[in-house]
């Protein structure tokens, strides 16, 4: 795989999957609200991914290492990579109830981290199994703050 993908998909998985995990778990914790949870992840899926994008763009720029189609390449690969991932969030809470809906993508957001770092741990040659407890981790961390910043939230402001 070339440099442009990994890097793009590396940012825009791990960055769109943590992100919205997040988002999602504390306007839950927060709201409860279907409509409130689904405009959050359309928002931070243009946003955040535009954000991170052009965040990738100026830091590969500043490296002066690759040309520039090459950095056009990163920014694009992560914004759509990103895009996606976030948008993929949207689909349990369509269909399911809104605690299963949460539930489920929570895994989701666990499973594709998981598998992304299963491969980056083999393209990097080391422990998989060290890797993705060491995303999951940081993932789970994610989560717990999230999810407690929503219930101060719900308590002192609703």
């Known amino acids: 795989m070339k440099h442009s993908l990994k890097t793009g998909l590396g940012f825009g ?15 839950h914790s927060g709201t409860c609200s279907k409509l409130v ?54 689909i349990p809470i369509l269909f399911l109830s809104i605690s299963t809906a949460v539930i489920v993508s929570i895994w989701w957001g666990l499973f594709v981290l998981s598998y992304f770092s299963y491969y980056v741990a083999k393209q990097i040659k080391a422990r998989p199994l060290y890797v993705i407890i060491e995303h999951l981790f940081i993932a789970i961390i994610v989560l717990i703050g999230s999810s407690l910043v929503g219930h101060l939230i719900k308590t002192f402001f609703v």
């Open 37 to 90: 949870i689904i405009g959050g992840i359309l928002t931070i899926a243009i946003a955040d991914s535009c954000s991170d994008a052009l965040g990738i763009y100026v830091s590969k720029k500043f490296e002066d290492r690759y040309p520039i189609r090459e950095v056009w390449k990163i920014t694009i690969v992560t914004f759509l990579s990103q895009f996606f991932i976030s948008l993929s969030f949207i």
């Open 13 to 27: 998985i791990t960055s769109g999957a943590i992100t919205t995990l997040g988002l999602l778990v504390g306007l």
